[in-house]
């Protein structure tokens, strides 16, 4: 398999592409932030509550022409049609793609394999609404009449990241009835820390699981019965403290949950889009199925936008073609989001799964290998935490990292001019990327200091700071169910495009299942099973976990 790193074969305007990054000044963007008066106002969206500024990126009018031109030549707009109508876009699985119609503002019905998916979800959906309000009511309570206090969802993946960035971000909106907890990992001191705390009378457990069989889940859904039953419940008390989502209705039901609160998942509900699903449960009992509701709405809007808008000023398009730019002409090997709000802390972690998941791929729809790069590394943080770390890679570093920073123009949490300072610092680290510090502003900044001849000369080359480092700017004016739900909505449609122009499928992930499968096979080896088959250096791994817990 041959990569070529930077082009993006295919393509007529690639070369030009080429030609043109390439030819970019060093003060690009110095100089046409400085000199281009209406440069905000052809490089902004303004959509479903959000603000897009791309006027910091490395582009004129004639390189986005040509980007989007790739668009229209991948046709994007055929793929966007095909992605809300229910093509089978999953070629692999041969299964639609449609955690879109979850979060739909029509009613419209979307046909799969001839059935409208529609009454299925509106059913589950006010199945979800159903429990919340028997929950906030106190209708539905623990085994000893006390109130549900606490919920614990125990899912992986898709059934945790997404699910705990939105808890985490919406704090401000919590009904003050319900504390969200999660256990994803397999590590036995994950769920230990969890339930040390918690009371089994007031205590909910979701098992999140579409098959019933995910390993780590299983495992500690059972640790969670086991605690339970331990605490002096009966198996009969079992139904008060157990909701499943799952498609695997008879396993749910013999681990001990009522069918009645059994939650569907369907096949064209891939597991990195299931918060819009019955997976979601957790955020509808955190913050309020009505906020629940406009989180729907809010990544329904995106999708709207997404689906109607011309590809020139279409938010998730302009971003994939700006990550475009610089993964292929530019050398980019990752992208760096920076959320400047505590609740979106953990954000990257959920984006890692969205892009990595889905575009960390090499094979095309059709069999053959890719002949370009593919999907970056995700990765990022929270302002202003990041500017005392890896901040400085991006400012005079040797890679091209362009940045995302999410900003919203006000807190749920004022304290002082605090939130001002927050706002304040993510704008400049945007402008520090752009406009850097030229050797002169360095000199005459020393000078300025009363440093001596010699001291300049010594201290100058290491304050420089190159600039033209393309960073975007996403604000909001307040973080929002809503608001909240079109940034994720953004995100995965961003990616979906992405996924387009390479001409890979986006939503399988045959690596991880591979994982999962050797995973499988060694368990009973690292168990005393004859591991005398394996390579030498897994067998001695083996032997040494043996005997350390012989």
């Known amino acids: 398999m041959t990569i070529q790193p930077s082009a993006l074969p295919g393509f007529s305007a690639s070369s030009e592409l080429e030609e043109l990054y390439h030819q970019l000044p060093a003060d690009f963007l110095r100089t046409a932030l400085a000199q281009e008066t209406d440069r905000f106002d052809r490089y902004s969206i303004d959509a479903c509550g959000l603000l897009l500024d791309y006027s910091r990126h490395l582009i004129d009018d004639y390189i986005l022409e040509k980007l989007l031109s790739i668009a229209t030549e991948a046709d994007v707009s055929g793929a966007i049609e095909d992605q809300f109508t229910g093509a089978i876009i999953n070629s692999t699985e041969q299964r639609a793609v449609l955690h879109s119609a979850l979060r739909s503002l029509d009613n419209q019905e979307i046909l799969v394999n001839g059935k409208d998916i529609k009454p299925d979800i509106y059913a589950a959906q006010e199945q979800m609404k159903n429990i919340c309000q028997k929950i906030h009511s106190r209708a539905w309570s623990g085994y000893t009449g006390k109130p549900i206090r606490h919920v614990v969802n125990i899912g992986i993946g898709g ?7 939105v808890t985490d971000a919406l704090k401000p909106f919590r ?3 319900i504390t969200p907890h999660y256990v994803a990992n397999i590590d036995p001191a994950d769920i230990t820390d969890e339930l040390a705390s918690l009371d089994p009378e007031e205590t909910l457990f979701i098992i999140a699981s579409k098959t ?5 889940t299983l495992s500690n ?7 339970l039953l331990q605490k002096g419940l009966k198996e ?12 695997n209705i008879s396993a749910a039901v013999a681990f001990g949950v009522a069918e009645e609160n059994i939650l569907p998942l369907w096949d064209w509900v891939g597991g990195r889009y299931s918060l819009w699903s019955s997976i979601g449960l957790i955020i509808a009992l955190s913050i309020g199925y009505d906020n629940f509701e406009a989180l729907l709405a809010g990544a329904g809007e995106m999708d709207e936008h997404f689906r109607s808008t011309p590809l020139n000023h279409n938010m998730p398009v302009i971003m994939a073609l700006l990550g475009l730019w610089y993964r292929h002409w530019g050398g980019a090997q990752s992208h760096a989001v920076f959320s400047y709000d505590h609740g979106l802390r953990d954000l990257s972690n959920h984006l890692q799964q969205v892009d990595m998941e889905s575009n960390g791929k090499s094979v095309q729809h059709n069999g053959k ?24 890679l991006l400012h005079q570093g040797t890679c091209t990292i362009p940045a995302d920073f999410i900003l919203p123009a006000s807190s749920h949490t004022p304290v002082n001019d605090q939130h ?16 850097g510090r030229s050797l002169e502003e360095v000199k005459a900044e020393l000078e300025a200091a009363e440093k001596s001849a010699k001291d300049i000369e010594w201290l100058t080359p290491h304050k420089v700071v190159p600039g033209n480092r393309p960073s975007s700017i996403l604000l909001c004016n307040s973080l ?11 995100y995965e449609q961003k990616v979906f495009v992405q996924g387009v122009i390479w001409n890979i499928n986006s939503f399988d992930q045959w690596g991880v299942e591979l994982g999962k499968l050797l995973g499988k096979q060694l368990y009973p080896m690292i168990e005393g099973g004859d591991a005398s088959k394996l390579d030498s250096s897994t067998r001695n791994i083996i032997e040494r976990f043996r005997k350390v817990n012989a």
């Open 420 to 435: 001002a300072w927050l706002f304040t610092n993510g704008l400049a680290q945007a402008n520090a990327l752009a406009n």
């Open 369 to 392: 290998s890719v002949v370009s790069v593919t999907g970056p590394i995700i990765w990022g943080g929270a302002g202003t935490n990041d500017q005392h770390a890896y901040m400085q």
């Open 212 to 216: 019933f069989t995910t390993l780590e």
């Open 236 to 247: 009969s008390d079992l139904a008060n403290h157990l909701i499943a989502v799952s498609c």
């Open 221 to 227: 859904a059972n640790v969670a019965r086991s605690w």
């Open 175 to 177: 009904n003050g009835q």
């Open 159 to 165: 059934s945790f990241l997404g699910l705990k960035v």
């Open 480 to 490: 929002t169910p809503k608001t909240l739900g079109a940034i994720l909505a953004l």
